[in-house]
């Protein structure tokens, strides 16, 4: 059984920092396929943010692209959401996200079958 745990929200001011982690368990080299980054801002519909795909390439949405990184820790079973010069519009739920088979948007929020609980990020003016 997947299981994917966040941590490392919190409260920042605009242009400040922070680092997601996301524990995955049960979401095993041999029925991976992305481990993604979404996140739910107040009033609006979930959206993809950032997916790290099993051959290590990464996909960005265009609003974070150049301020995001997205990383792996295979060793540690962790992905990582590096955000930087962060503005207010990214205040929101992240949630960590697992999918199995591939299609080709990978930002998808239908093609992910495994949710974690969500971690609050909030970015003042």
């Known amino acids: 059984q997947v299981r994917l745990v966040e941590s490392g929200g919190g409260s920042v001011q605009g242009g400040g920092s922070l680092q997601l982690s996301c524990l995955a368990s049960g979401y095993t080299t041999n029925n991976r396929c992305t481990i993604a980054w979404f996140r739910r801002a107040p009033g609006k519909e979930r959206e993809g943010v950032a997916g790290?795909?099993?051959?290590?390439?990464?996909t960005y949405a265009d609003s974070v692209k150049g301020r995001f990184t997205i990383s792996g820790d295979n060793a540690n079973n962790t992905l990582y959401l590096q955000m930087n010069v962060l503005e207010p519009e990214d205040t929101g739920i992240y949630y960590c996200?697992?999918?199995?088979?591939?299609?080709?948007?990978?930002?998808?929020?239908?093609?992910?079958?495994?949710w974690g609980q969500g971690t609050q990020v909030t970015v003042s003016a």
């Open positions: 790290f795909h099993r051959d290590g390439s990464a």
């Open positions: 996200a697992a999918r199995h088979a591939c299609s080709e948007d990978s930002l998808s929020v239908g093609s992910y079958a495994h």
